[in-house]
């Protein structure tokens, strides 16, 4: 896997799981660290989610069930709740950074507007491909999230595997990434960065993405062959890093 190597960035490394920010930082700091890594997470179970029910996107069940917003909503909360603890229902009174709160909201929101608009193709028995997966959610999600706010959301990927120009990685993520090739002691479904750079002025989390058995459909063997979508196959193997979700929040 081309890589570049880890070049040093200007702020306070922290490569951990991030549930709990390191107590060096600030309380500012420590809110807007776990702010982004919720965001993160957030994103990514409806990248989840989408990828779980990809089989009826693309035919609805013979009984008539379909994929709608309704069934992504509950499922989404589901997976939230799994990986951290908390409920998207209950936001008002979780121990969380009250910054957090309106943003995952929004983000929530944000989420179910895109398979919203993908209402029209998803009864469509016809269509064998509606344009909905994980990348296409993630993309058009974390677009209407920026417009909501000034926070940096993004999927991204190493260079090689880029298929979208717009998550093209910027000098830190491309960093990011040779430090996730690094082998370490930590599962690799649980690594994470999160950090402050520029000197304390941002924070800055990646959220690894690997390919799991569903990823492979698209992302799998044989290299270079054509895809559902239309593009040439990766040649990926379920556990390898495929990506990340990033996301940068500015400092006031």
Same mark, same amino acid.
């Given at each position: 896997?081309?890589?570049?190597?880890?070049?040093?960035?200007?702020?306070? $490394?922290?490569?951990?799981? $991030?549930?709990?920010?390191?107590?060096?930082?600030?309380?500012?700091?420590?809110?807007?660290?776990?702010?982004?890594?919720?965001? $993160?997470?957030?994103?990514?179970?409806?990248? +989840?989610? +989408?990828? =779980? @029910?990809?089989?009826? %996107?693309?035919?609805?069940?013979?009984?008539?069930?379909?994929?709608?917003?309704?069934?992504?909503?509950?499922?989404?909360?589901?997976?939230?709740?799994?990986?951290?603890?908390?409920?998207?229902?209950?936001?008002?009174?979780?121990? /969380?950074?009250?910054?957090? =709160?309106?943003?995952?909201?929004?983000?929530?929101?944000?989420?179910?507007?895109? /398979?919203?608009?993908?209402?029209?193709?998803?009864?469509?028995? *016809?269509?064998?491909? =509606?344009?909905?997966?994980? $990348?296409?959610?993630?993309?058009?999600? *974390?677009?209407?999230?920026? @417009?909501?706010?000034? /926070? %940096?959301?993004?999927?991204?990927?190493?260079? @090689?595997?880029?298929?979208?120009?717009?998550?093209?990685?910027?000098?830190?993520? +491309?960093? *990011?990434?040779? #430090?996730?090739?690094?082998?370490?002691?930590?599962?690799?479904?649980? #690594? /994470?960065?999160?950090?402050?750079?520029?000197?304390?002025?941002? *924070?800055? +989390?990646?959220?690894?993405?690997?390919?799991?058995?569903?990823?492979?459909?698209?992302?799998?063997?044989?290299?270079?062959? &054509?895809?559902?979508?239309?593009?040439?196959?990766?040649?990926?193997?379920?556990?390898?890093?495929?990506?990340?979700?990033?996301?940068?929040? &500015?400092?006031?």
């Amino acid at each position: 896997m081309r890589l570049l190597h880890f070049c040093l960035m200007v702020g306070i $490394a922290l490569f951990t799981l $991030a549930f709990l920010p390191s107590r060096t930082f600030t309380g500012q700091q420590e809110d807007t660290l776990e702010t982004a890594r919720l965001l $993160a997470v957030l994103l990514d179970s409806g990248r +989840v989610t +989408v990828a =779980k @029910h990809q089989d009826l %996107i693309n035919a609805p069940s013979p009984d008539g069930k379909k994929f709608t917003p309704e069934l992504f909503e509950e499922d989404v909360f589901v997976e939230f709740q799994k990986r951290t603890n908390l409920q998207l229902s209950k936001l008002d009174n979780a121990n /969380i950074p009250q910054m957090a =709160k309106p943003l995952l909201t929004q983000l929530l929101n944000n989420s179910i507007t895109t /398979i919203q608009t993908y209402e029209p193709v998803l009864s469509l028995p *016809a269509m064998r491909y =509606k344009g909905l997966i994980p $990348a296409t959610f993630g993309t058009e999600t *974390a677009s209407r999230f920026q @417009h909501y706010s000034k /926070i %940096i959301l993004k999927q991204t990927a190493p260079a @090689h595997l880029v298929r979208n120009p717009n998550n093209k990685p910027d000098d830190y993520e +491309v960093a *990011a990434f040779g #430090r996730l090739a690094i082998p370490s002691s930590q599962p690799e479904k649980t #690594r /994470i960065i999160s950090e402050l750079v520029d000197g304390g002025k941002s *924070a800055r +989390v990646i959220l690894p993405l690997y390919y799991g058995k569903s990823c492979l459909a698209c992302h799998g063997e044989p290299k270079g062959e &054509q895809d559902i979508s239309g593009y040439p196959r990766e040649g990926g193997k379920e556990g390898e890093l495929g990506g990340a979700i990033s996301v940068k929040i &500015q400092l006031n």
